[in-house]
């Protein structure tokens, strides 16, 4: 089975940058559908607001679209999650996941990253 670690959290200001990374052991990300969610404080997870597929292809949220960027390195068995323009509603918890499906839907993920905190403020 595949797990999941995550890294690149932090602190930034309005409008600034953040990269995340999520790394799999244990098998292959090619063969899964790659997902990111975030649960903003005091509230539950949202559905994923993008995936990369095992296909090769993305999709995103149209509220992140232009901002958020998803990008695979196989070889590394990394992908990464680029935010930019970051404002104060973006902070939250952030998980990527691992499905053999394609969904937006929590419940059809399997593997999960630990989360990572991800907090704009001025």
């Known amino acids: 089975q595949v797990q999941l670690v995550e890294s690149g959290g932090g602190l930034v200001q309005p409008g600034g940058s953040l990269r995340l990374s999520c790394t799999a052991s244990?098998?292959?990300?090619?063969?899964?559908?790659i997902a990111w969610f975030r649960q903003a404080p005091g509230k539950e997870r949202e559905t994923a607001f993008g995936i990369s597929s095992s296909t090769g292809s993305f999709w995103y949220e149209d509220y992140v679209k232009g901002r958020f960027t998803i990008s695979r390195d196989n070889a590394k068995n990394t992908i990464y999650l680029q935010m930019n323009s970051l404002k104060t509603e973006n902070t939250g918890v952030y998980y990527c996941a691992a499905s053999t499906l394609w969904s937006v839907c929590d419940r059809e993920y399997d593997y999960w990253g630990q989360g990572t905190q991800v907090t704009v403020s001025p």
């Open positions: 244990g098998g292959t990300l090619e063969r899964y559908a």
